[in-house]
């Protein structure tokens, strides 16, 4: 199949060469000529715009790009994805935004008879090199299974979570927790050091008792313990703390329109904040551990 792809940082750039191993043709873009460059070496195309990209016979566009603002840049608009594709052309934004943007871009893509599925991922930059990613998917259910086949080359989970915008429900409710686990994991790691234990042992115990979660054995934050996580190559690529704050954001935002506490998560979202404005936005999130680390670099 011909599949265009938009987006291609530290998620979008792996996800795309799995569907190049996949036998798939590939057009891409993205802002960074670099990223271009990249994988135009491992047999993509390059197109000049997102209208470029439409223009071509693609039959399905991904996109993987930061927030809402540049999910709507892409697809909206006189020169976006929407107005200059095919009818037909199925579209699946892989971005994690806000529901209602997502259900909003949807609305505008079926109007030009395009199908559109929500559906953005968790498993991290491993589990998008790997092809094990989680798929949470919103839309209509033929839809889903005309792009299942498209996703299992990405995913390893493909889970249908219901209508337009359900796909970003799912995954802001995952963040969520996730945003609050890592600072519970850092937390304790740094407490058991400073009380003299070593890191390796006490996140090999973390792991084999109750505390355990994929902040403690798949990423831990302290730097040593899991040789591929980013804490032990100095917080680089991984998830941004800048993109955790965002999903904490649009967590409290949902919070907010649902009329539902989240406590926990509003303390999560001012430490990441805190930790952002001292300009590590940068840095994977896991880097939080820092503000616990009396050792840690500022
Ligand atoms: P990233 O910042 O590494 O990559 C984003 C890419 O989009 C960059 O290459 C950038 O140049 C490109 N881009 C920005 N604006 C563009 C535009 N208008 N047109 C074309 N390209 C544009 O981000 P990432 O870590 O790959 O995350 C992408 C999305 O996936 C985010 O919504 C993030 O929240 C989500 N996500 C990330 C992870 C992770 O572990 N990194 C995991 C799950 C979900």
Redesign the pocket.
Known sequence: MHIGF????????PMARNLLKAGHRLSV????EA?VAALVEAGATAAAS?AALARTDVELIV?????AA?VK??YLGADGLIAQVRPGVMLID????DPLSAREVTAAARAHDNPMLDA??????G??AAGT?TFMVGGTAEDFERARPVLAAMGRNIVHCGPAGNGQVA?VAN?LLLGISMIGVAEAMSLGVALGMDPQVLAGILNTSSGRCWSSDTYNPFPGVLENAPASRGYS????TD??L??LGLASEAARQARQPVFLGALAQQLYQAFSAQGNGALDFSAIINLYRKDAQA
Request: proline share 7%; hydrophobic share 40%.
């Open positions: 938009l987006g291609l940082g530290n998620m979008g750039a873009f993205d802002l960074s990223a997102p996109s993987m790009l930061p927030a540049q840049g892409v892989s971005s994690t935004i953005p991922v968790s498993g991290g930059t589990g998008a990613l995954k963040n690529g991984g998830f941004g993109l955790m965002k999903d």
